[in-house]
């Protein structure tokens, strides 16, 4: 099958025998030879590549060539290295159209969030860019005479990126931008699922790299395969850090398997996000960010609103609101101008998104809309469902749980006190929100007695958060924090500098040792 955006990306020559490279990077475009696997676009069922996994000589070869990399690359002035990433992000603004194209096609998003995604990517080049040249420590005062202390950030090591099918650019990119910046080679495993996402991003900073000869080339490699591959990754010293997203039980495995060996992970997994609307919100602005975060990218984000706690008061007519939107979203091709909503992912995921329906039902919910298939003019090979909506208990356990599918859970509260306990009783602690016109229900919500998550927004949803702030969230969800804010240290190592520029040699708290 021959796209024109794959071939406006290069990606044409990075195919042998009908096969991608499992191994791609600015000198490699290798097929594998171990066993294969098949990408199958969600859109329409269709087979759209085909792969082979990285064989462990492969992945040896790439940590190698990762480690060499690191040794050049670590001794460049970071304000260079943010050359690179400016050039980078210059050429996905070029090819913006084309990738988002990738990330329909595989991903089955929408052509706007799509879009949106890729922009993410551009807006954290330019935050990287701004960052190469404020990667400062702090300057300490000494208790001894004629010292001085201070604090430096330097470059870590290979860093290895493991991501999910979902945001197949965008997490890669919160990663490799600030990575690069600080100094450190990337060595990324992309979802099985999207791994052609993962190939057109590596073709961008192949791009970027023929332009700048004085950067190593080994800085950025794709390695392509399954949960063998990651455990391999995860089991070598040589990454100090793993960033892994996805689910909470992959990042359980990453951590214990890189605690083992004291290497540190980053880790941005599973969320059950809550909005609660209290009795002064502005149900308009309400039920617009709930359709979005709860319905957006079909449900599949770590973002997505899966809960909403309503007060008593609002509840009907809350419901009555969503009720009236939904039936009017938009289902269909992702590609297809209007359409709000995609397919699934898979079959896996249809199967799984039904499973939770039975149980929500035997567990006392009762579906108010939505949750079957939906084949009304839509390709048949793609798993397109109309979202759900299902009241139920707020302490039903399916509702602790998350599924990667648009079921919205409707549950009810009385007092503040109660909601943000529901808000908080979930294992996963990503992100929420509040709508409420009342500063003390808000300013409740965002303190230490409040939303227990990485994430608490007022009035807006649990969805689409910009690049600037820290992200990732507590509990269940690994607290890693990627992306805005100080995130960057996270990608290089503290040193703390003690500088005696006196003539004397005295020691600190005081001890006498002569
Ligand atoms: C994810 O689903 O893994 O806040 C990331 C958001 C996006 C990122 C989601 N900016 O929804």
Not at 139 to 159: A, F, K
Not at 209 to 216: D, F, V
Request: glycine share 10%; charged share 20%.
């Amino acid at each position: 099958m021959s796209y024109e955006f794959l071939s406006q990306l290069g990606l044409d020559s990075v195919v042998s025998n009908g096969q991608y490279a499992s191994v791609y990077s600015a000198d490699t475009a290798t097929a594998g030879t171990a066993a294969g696997f098949e990408v199958t676009s969600p859109n329409t069922g269709e087979v759209i590549a085909r792969f082979k996994d990285a064989s462990s000589e492969q992945l040896e070869s790439v940590t190698q060539t990762a480690v060499s990399a690191f040794e050049e690359f670590k001794s460049l002035p970071a304000p260079l290295r943010g050359e690179l990433v400016r050039r980078i992000g210059n050429l996905a603004r070029e090819h913006k159209e084309a990738l988002a194209a990738v990330i329909t096609l595989e991903s089955g998003k929408i052509v706007q969030e799509a879009l949106g995604e890729v922009q993410e990517w551009i807006d954290v080049c330019d935050f990287a860019v701004g960052l190469s040249r404020q990667l400062h420590g702090l300057s300490i005062v000494s208790e001894r005479p004629g010292h001085r202390m201070m604090e430096q950030w330097l470059p870590l090591g290979p860093v290895a990126v493991i991501s999910a099918f979902n945001f197949p650019m965008a997490v890669w990119s919160w990663n490799a931008m600030l990575g690069f910046v600080c100094g450190d080679p990337i060595v990324w495993k992309p979802s099985e699922k999207s791994p052609l996402a993962a190939l057109a991003c590596q073709s961008i900073v192949n791009m970027a790299l023929e332009t700048m000869p004085e950067i190593p080339r080994g800085i950025s490699q794709v390695v392509v395969g399954g949960r063998e591959l990651g455990q391999a990754i995860c089991e070598d010293k040589r990454y100090p850090l793993v960033s892994a997203t996805g689910s909470t039980a992959m990042g359980r495995k990453v951590a214990a398997t890189v605690g083992a060996r004291l290497g540190r992970s980053l880790l941005e997994l599973g969320g059950n996000n809550a909005m609660i609307v209290s009795p002064t919100a502005d149900l308009d602005l309400a039920q617009r960010a709930i359709v979005f975060s709860a319905v957006g990218t079909c449900g599949q984000r770590c973002t997505s609103l899966r809960r909403v706690i309503a007060h008593e008061s609002i509840v009907e007519d809350l419901t009555a609101r969503l009720l009236k939107s939904y039936p009017s979203l938009r289902i269909g091709h992702p590609a297809e101008q209007g359409t709000l909503v995609g397919p699934l992912i898979d079959e896996g995921s249809f199967k799984q998104m039904q499973a939770s329906i039975e149980a929500a039902k035997a567990q006392g919910g009762e579906v108010l809309y939505g949750g079957d298939r939906f084949t009304d003019s839509v390709p048949e090979g793609g798993f397109y469902v109309r979202p759900a909506i299902v009241r139920i208990a707020h302490d039903a356990p399916i509702v602790h749980e998350e599924t990667f599918a648009p079921i919205l859970y409707i549950l009810t509260y009385n007092t503040l006190e109660e909601a943000i306990a529901i808000n908080n009783e979930v294992p996963q602690g990503l992100s929420s929100a509040i709508f409420t016109e009342s500063m003390r229900e808000a300013e409740t919500f965002v303190s230490a007695v409040g939303s227990d998550c990485g994430i608490a927004n007022v009035n807006i949803g649990t969805s689409g958060a910009e690049i600037g702030g820290a992200f990732g969230g507590e509990k269940d969800t690994g607290g890693g924090r990627e992306s805005g804010s100080d995130a960057w240290r996270n990608y290089m190592r503290r040193t703390t500098n003690t500088i005696n520029y006196g003539g004397a040699l005295p020691l600190a708290q005081g001890i006498v040792f002569e």
